[in-house]
């Protein structure tokens, strides 16, 4: 007799998750937010209504769970970078390695993209995401710098970097597939200062 491998409470967690996240990007895309309901989401995903409330408080908040993380992921990797680099040039270096890979996940996003356009309620709260991720790397720069405040020229850079990665994702989702994110952070941060000098 052959016994499955227990499967650890992390990692059953994060299937279900995962899996819920791509249900209800789905039905969003396909269906429309505000058509879609938490238990269809639930069905769709293989679970009860009960558990999607068990991982998300509001269908709502299904849809940039991903978000967070990737600015957590983010912030500490650019935290880490040489301090020869300027502020700058490390929210480059940071965003073009974070982009880098992002092919495989193409599907994804692009389902993410349908999904928030579909509703004027997940394109507020996208904005709302996206003031709290500037906020992020505002963070994350004073941290780097070593300091506790965070001034007005960390905000400033945290927002244009955030303005420059948002402007590269779209040309990416918009361009044809073949095309790499990285190169199109890299050529975003590459055109301001020109833009500037």
């Known amino acids: 007799m052959v016994h499955a491998t227990p499967v650890p409470r992390e ?3 994060a299937r279900t998750r995962e899996a819920l996240i791509d249900a209800a990007l789905e039905l969003f895309a396909r ?6 309901h938490a238990d269809r989401i639930a069905e769709r995903a293989g679970v009860s209504p009960r558990t999607f409330f068990r991982y998300f408080p509001t269908k709502e908040s ?5 978000d967070h993380w990737f600015m957590r992921s983010f912030a500490a990797t650019y935290v880490e970078q040489p301090s020869g680099l300027s502020d700058y040039a490390a929210l480059r270096a940071t965003f073009v390695e974070q982009a880098a890979g ?5 599907a994804r996003i692009e389902t993410y993209r349908v999904a928030v356009d579909s509703s004027s309620v997940l394109l507020g709260r996208e904005q709302v995401h996206l003031a709290d991720h500037a906020v992020t790397l505002s963070d994350a720069i004073a941290r780097r710098r070593g300091v506790r405040e965070v001034d007005d020229d960390a905000t400033t850079l945290g927002i244009v970097a955030l303005v420059l990665y948002q402007r590269a994702l779209r040309r990416w989702l918009d361009g044809p597939p073949a ?3 990285a190169k199109l952070v890299d050529e975003e941060f590459a055109r301001l200062p020109a833009l500037v000098s």
């Open 11 to 13: 990692v059953s967690a």
């Open 31 to 36: 269906d429309g937010f505000d058509a879609t």
């Open 62 to 66: 299904v849809v940039f769970h991903r």
């Open 102 to 106: 992002f092919g495989e996940l193409r």
């Open 179 to 181: 095309r790499e994110l």
